[in-house]
């Protein structure tokens, strides 16, 4: 299959209730559709969205990225040299991540169409069905409660909740009222998207863990791998590094360090399926688990993502609850939910058919 053309499409969606954590609030899902076109006609697709404060690119700057630097690498360019499509596309461009992983999935997608299988399959094929859970945004604590008590009843069992803002006593007043709310039974994940020094971390996550906390995500700023570090020797509670974790150097690192427990692979960061195969090999060497999450996006990106989590035996945690926070879906085909389980398509790649107008 030879690539003849490389088009983008911007879209915007309407969130159902503003995306608040400790780093910004989302009202809309803005993101930037790839669409690779082969000599035979068959199509392939990718997504990536611009998260600033994360990987700190913009719609503008993924669209140029993917426009004017990474095209002109592709046209002409067969599946056949695939190492030679990544090698020249690292080379040419440094950073922007998200484009580099919108042009990934949508090579992966076309591999998998070549090979005439899903993409799962042709990762490693080890599960067709994952479980999602669900994030409650940080708000006051008794609307979380109420937001958690709502999720729970639409058949979510893991809650990933948001802290990190304001007060390590209003996070610890939100994990109380939430766990009064749902009971006992339902898992609770925390998310501090930074937002606490390393002494603040261990002093929350201390006095919460009498409310039987599954993990805590990224505690400390990304930078203080070493603060991670304590946070993770001074407490019982699981220590997941995200932010902390963007390509397989970040990896060695942070797992040198013995800063985590866990690590959360989100292919925005990573810039793609390929280095994320690298970093979960690299953590499943060192006894690591690793979720994978996303950011804000459609399902075409979370259905890339759940190909990759569900062809890996080592990546056993989904936080891709994104699409259900939407109030449209632009995708045709993809991944389907039936509550807080996910089920692959059979279709050959990604099983995208399309992008539907808005």
Known sequence: MKIVDVQTRRTSVPLKKPFKTALRTVYDATSLIVIITYDQGEKSYGEAVPTMVITGETIESIDYAICEVIKPLLIGATLSQVEQIFSAMNRNLIGNTSAKAAIDMAIYDGLA???????????????????????????????????????????????????????????????????????????????????????????????????????????????????????????????????????????????EARSCDLMNIKLMKSGGIKEALKINALAEACGVQCMVGSMIETKLGITAAAHLAASQPNMTRYDFDAPLMLADDVIDGGIVYEGNDIFLPSQHGLGIKGVKDV
Request: no cysteine; charged share 35%.
């Open 113 to 255: 169409k070549q090979a005439k299988l899903p993409l799962y399959q042709y990762l490693g094929g080890y599960r067709m069905k994952l479980e999602t859970d669900f994030t409650v945004s940080v708000n006051r604590p008794l609307e979380m409660a109420e937001d958690a008590k709502q999720y729970v009843s639409e058949g979510f069992r893991t809650l990933k909740v948001k802290v990190g803002k304001d007060n390590i006593d209003t996070d610890i007043q939100r994990v109380k009222r939430i766990r009064e709310k749902v009971g006992p039974n339902i898992q609770i994940r925390l998310d501090a998207n930074q937002g606490w020094t390393w002494k603040e971390a261990i002093v929350a996550i201390r006095k919460m863990e009498e409310l039987n906390i599954e993990f805590v995500e990224q505690p400390v700023p990304k930078e203080d791998i070493e603060g991670m570090r304590r946070v993770t020797e001074a407490t019982d509670t699981l220590i997941m590094a995200d932010e902390s974790v963007f390509s397989f150097r970040d990896a060695i690192k942070v797992l």
